[in-house]
Nanobody, 118 residues
Framework: VQLQASGGGLVQAGGSLRLSCAASGRKLSSYRMGWFRQTPGKEREFVASITRSAHIRNYADPVKGRFTISRDNAESTGYLQMSDLKPEDTAVYYC????????????WGQGTLVTVSS
């Protein structure tokens, strides 16, 4: 499966953005999806994940209550709705997919930059 992330941009603190992750090659419904982010000099960190059927969603503590992960299997697209953005949310955001129920993600998109100004 190939993943294409989009939707990043510049936003003021307190604002919102929605990231999209379009999948091609295979049906997105076959994969668990996740979002990660990375800033220069830091390791990539987990943001959120969602199971194939969207029944279970997990979030990193810093984004709980502000970010929502979702998916549209019919459109083979995943989403990350980000609200009440903070300058510390500034990062390159990556979407990822895995055919496994648990564990690491095997497929990665190219990343989309989110910049939150104070």
């Amino acid at each position: 499966v190939q993943l294409q992330a989009s939707g990043g941009g510049l936003v003021q603190a307190g604002g919102s953005l929605r990231l999209s992750c379009a999948a091609s090659g295979r049906k997105l419904s076959s994969y668990r999806m996740g979002w990660f982010r990375q800033t220069p000099g830091k390791e990539r960190e987990f943001v959120a994940s969602i199971t194939r059927s969207a029944h279970i969603r997990n979030y990193a503590d810093p984004v709980k209550g502000r970010f929502t992960i979702s998916r549209d299997n019919a459109e083979s697209t995943g989403y990350l709705q980000m609200s009440d953005l903070k300058p510390e949310d500034t990062a390159v955001y990556y979407c990822a997919a895995s055919a496994r129920t648990l564990g690491t993600f095997d497929y990665w998109g190219q990343g989309t930059l989110v910049t939150v100004s104070s």
